[in-house]
């Protein structure tokens, strides 16, 4: 019992050190100093879904299975997969950010549409893991975060990938794919505005 325990607890550490890994593209998080809101953009263009050679040939086998069972259960699970993004991944990111800021010194949102600067969230990598009671995995999505002037987007003043950033629902309640990947885009957040907190200083 003791040496599964220790086991549980290596795995949940070499997890946790290789989880949501920044690389820095280009800029400096220091050029963030002194910024307080920012104008929110969702970018979803060319993205990767593990196993599938596009997210069109995603959608095809995952809309044919539920087809199989129910028919229309494929398209309401279309219509959901790009729903899912206005109603519960942008929404959880812009909370879970906002929130790191207790005093408010620095906000984002989609309709800060007079901030001097956008912050641009290019979601390249979505995996919507899986929870059948029994067995689970964590959602994971990849991510190109830039910060850029909104009057010259040419003037980029930071740009990094994350990766490995994991959602999951506590205790592994978490039986909803959109609900797990909403957990994925609070955890983005959470470590970005960290990272702004801690280094642009």
């Given amino acids: 019992m003791k040496k599964t325990v220790l086991m549980l607890f290596v795995a949940l550490i070499a997890t946790t050190s290789y989880a949501q890994k920044l690389k820095v593209l280009s800029g400096d998080i220091k050029n963030l100093k002194g910024i307080s809101e920012y104008q929110l953009e969702f970018d979803y263009s060319d993205l990767q879904i593990p196993k599938y050679d596009s997210e069109e040939d995603f959608l095809e086998d995952k809309m044919n299975k539920r087809d199989e069972k129910e028919k229309g259960k494929g398209e309401e699970f279309k219509k959901n997969w790009f729903a899912d993004r206005e109603n519960r991944y942008e929404p959880k990111f812009i909370e879970s950010f906002n929130k790191r800021f207790d005093d408010g010194e620095v906000t984002v949102g989609k309709d800060k549409l007079a901030a001097k600067y956008v912050m641009k969230i290019h979601t390249t990598m979505m995996y919507a893991g899986y929870n059948v009671g ?24 930071f740009s990094g990938d994350y990766t490995k950033v994991e959602g999951n629902g506590a205790f592994g309640n978490d039986y909803d794919s959109g609900y797990r990947i909403s957990e994925a885009y609070a955890k983005l957040a959470k470590e970005f505005a960290y990272y702004i907190k801690k280094k642009a200083k």
């Fill in 134 to 157: 029994v067995m689970r995995q964590n959602s994971k999505i990849e991510a190109t975060i830039t910060v850029y002037e909104a009057a010259n987007p040419s003037n980029v003043l």
